[in-house]
C-alpha cells in the first residue's frame, strides 16, 4: 500500500512555534489533517499523535470532536472562503463556542468583543453586526484568528495563513501571531511554502519533501547549515527572491 505521507516525527513545546515547510504536494496540509482526524474514510492514519500526554488516535470520533477547537484549533488557508456568507460575524462565534461549551449568546458575544480587540480589530461591537462579504481578507484573517483563539486551545494549526494576502497584510499578520504568541504564551504549528514566513517566527523547522520529513533544526541552524539538498535548494530561491536576507 503506497503512503502519502510517511516517517514524520517532531515535538511542540508549550509556547514554541514549530514551523512546517515544503513544496506543494509536499504532505504539510495532510499532516496537520491528520493531526486533527480529519481524513477521507479511504485514509488510514498509523503511528501515534499526543496532545499533552493524551493519544489522539485511539479516540472515538465522539471523543475527538471534543478536541477539535476546544484543545486543538485550525487557522486556515483562504479566509474569504471560510465563513457562511448569510451569517452574521456575532452569529459565527456564537455558533462556535455553543458547539463547545454551555454558554449564553451574551456571555459568547462577550467573549468575541475581546478577541476581536485582541486581533486588533476597531469598533468590534460593529463588526459583530456585519456579514462576512463586508471584510476585507485581512480583516477576515484576524475574525478567523480570534475565533480560533477564543476557545482557548493548547495548539493552534496555521496551514498558510497569509498564502492569500497581500505582501501589506501577510505582515501584519505574521506581526499579529508573533504578539499573540508572546502574550498568550500560543503553541503553534507553522505551516508554509514560503520560507520567508516560517524563519520569521518558528523556533524550529521541518522541511518536508514528497511525503517525508527530510530535515529539521533549529531554526538559526537550518539557516546557517542546512543538511539535506531539498533544504539548501529552498535557501537559494529565498535568498534570490529577498535579495539575499530572510523576511
Known amino acids: ?7 514524520v516525527y517532531f515535538e511542540i513545546q508549550q509556547g ?16 496537520c489533517m491528520s493531526i486533527m482526524n480529519l481524513r477521507e ?6 503511528g501515534s499523535i499526543r496532545l499533552c500526554g493524551r493519544e489522539l488516535l485511539s479516540l472515538k470520533e465522539s471523543h475527538m470532536q471534543r478536541v477539535r477547537g476546544r484543545q486543538v484549533g485550525m487557522i486556515v ?10 451569517i452574521t460575524i456575532g452569529e459565527h462565534f456564537v455558533d462556535v463556542m455553543r458547539s463547545h461549551a454551555p454558554v ?19 469598533h468590534p461591537e460593529r463588526l459583530l453586526h456585519m456579514y462576512p462579504f463586508q471584510f476585507s481578507g485581512g480583516m477576515l484573517q484576524r475574525v478567523m484568528i480570534a475565533m480560533v483563539l477564543c476557545l482557548e486551545p493548547v495548539l493552534v494549526i496555521a496551514d498558510e495563513p497569509t498564502t492569500a494576502l497581500d505582501t501589506t497584510n501577510q505582515r501584519d499578520i505574521l506581526e499579529l501571531l508573533a504578539e499573540l504568541r508572546s502574550s498568550l504564551g500560543l503553541s503553534l504549528l507553522l505551516v508554509s511554502h514560503d520560507l ?18 527530510v530535515e529539521q533544526q533549529p531554526v538559526e541552524q537550518l539557516l546557517k547549515a542546512p543538511m539535506h539538498d531539498y533544504t539548501k535548494h529552498l535557501l537559494e530561491a529565498a535568498w534570490r527572491l529577498e535579495g539575499g536576507e530572510c523576511l
Do not use: W
Request: net charge positive; glycine share 10%.
Open 1 to 7: 500500500m503506497p503512503f502519502a505521507v510517511e516517517n
Open 16 to 31: 514554541s512555534v514549530y514551523g512546517l515547510i515544503g513544496g506543494s504536494g509536499s504532505g504539510k496540509t495532510l499532516t
Open 77 to 86: 488557508q483562504n479566509p474569504m472562503s471560510a465563513f457562511h456568507p448569510a
Open 41 to 46: 474514510s479511504s485514509v488510514h492514519i498509523s
Open 104 to 122: 449564553s449568546k451574551k456571555a459568547a458575544l462577550e467573549k468575541a468583543l475581546h478577541y476581536l480587540q485582541l486581533v486588533k480589530l476597531d
Open 196 to 213: 520567508g514566513v516560517i524563519c520569521r517566527l518558528a523556533d524550529d523547522v521541518g522541511v518536508m519533501r514528497q511525503g517525508q520529513l
